[in-house]
């Protein structure tokens, strides 16, 4: 059997306001769902929650969508159903009650806006070493953004903003990036994500809405009380807004073994957390079944046919 999770992101048409924006054109998405649907299958719902159960893989995909963007509902969400398909939503929480979009797509809006080295030449001149505290680190240095298709300057711009800086920084210095660069009304956060009767539209018709974190840290950056307060408050947002969940499923911020550790996990399996995707470009197995339900392993949609970023 070959079961496969496909993690997807942006999922929208081309945007002349987002030149450089990395996303998966809505059309190469509908060819990608043929493909996956005459290749491998589609898994529904009940087969892959009985498989949590059982531990045996069933063949077919599992469709996951990270971030609760408004191009999760516009296109992806009605053309799932359209095709009566299942697909996992994966949502951070904070920005609905902060009314300010999250850094980590504060981020994407600069690198979809602006070339690439624009960014990082002014980034050099706010940052300085003592902001960096995690900068040494190997495993953020060598192990992010591997898989993607990035030029050079936005891979440093990525990784010293996600990863290197301490977030008792990183926020204003994103703030101070956007007021340069970009224009007041491309800061909006109300088009930008789905919204709250979305989200409950979205479970009322079959699809699993599932935590995503409050603020999308890297979590192994935190403490375990940091930990367990981004993924609490995210639960409790999200059992509030869909008026009840039928399970607790989660999926890391950025993803790898790096982004997380075991304070992590046993947060997640604290409170009672059915299972949760990591960032892992394999096949899910009977051990991940039975042994590793927090740690399920996912594939990125550009690792298969029509799934590039369009140049």
């Known amino acids: 059997m070959s079961m496969k999770a496909i993690m997807y992101h942006y999922v929208r048409p081309s945007d002349a306001n987002l030149p450089f924006l990395k996303h998966l054109h809505f059309d190469d998405f509908k060819l ?35 971030d609760a963007l408004s191009c999760h509902y516009d296109f992806v969400y009605k053309e799932l ?29 600069l690198l979809g806006m602006v070339e690439s080295q624009l960014i990082y030449n002014e980034l050099i001149n706010l ?6 505290t995690d900068a040494s680190k190997i495993e953020f240095k060598t192990l992010t953004y591997n898989t993607q298709k990035n030029d050079s300057y936005t891979n440093l711009v990525k990784r010293i903003l996600n990863y290197f800086i301490s977030y008792e920084f990183r926020e204003t210095i994103i703030d101070q990036l956007m007021e340069k660069f970009i224009p007041e009304q491309n800061r909006q956060r109300s088009k930008f994500y789905i919204t709250e009767e979305q989200i409950l539209e979205m479970q009322e018709n079959g699809m699993t809405i599932g935590s995503h974190t409050a603020s999308h840290p890297v979590l192994s950056k935190l403490n375990r009380v940091d930990q367990t307060k981004e993924i609490i408050n995210s639960f409790s947002f999200l059992e509030q807004t869909c008026k009840g969940l039928p399970y607790k499923t989660f999926c890391y911020p950025y993803g790898g073994f790096h982004s997380f550790n075991q304070d992590t996990v046993n947060v997640l399996n604290e409170n009672d957390c059915l299972f949760s995707f990591n960032v892992e470009h394999r096949d899910i197995v009977q051990s991940d079944l039975l042994n590793h339900k927090q740690e399920l392993p996912r594939y990125d949609c550009n690792q298969f046919k029509f799934g590039q970023i369009r140049e």
């Open 32 to 66: 990608q769902l043929d493909y996956f649907e005459n290749t491998y299958g589609i898994i529904n719902q009940d087969e892959f929650i009985n498989s949590l159960r059982t531990g045996e893989a069933v063949k077919g995909v599992v469709l996951t969508f990270d």
């Open 81 to 109: 159903k359209r095709r009566n398909l299942w697909g996992i939503f994966y949502v951070p929480t904070l920005m609905y009650s902060s009314d300010k979009i999250l850094d980590v797509h504060r981020i994407h809006i």
């Open 127 to 132: 940052v300085t070493d003592e902001m960096c």
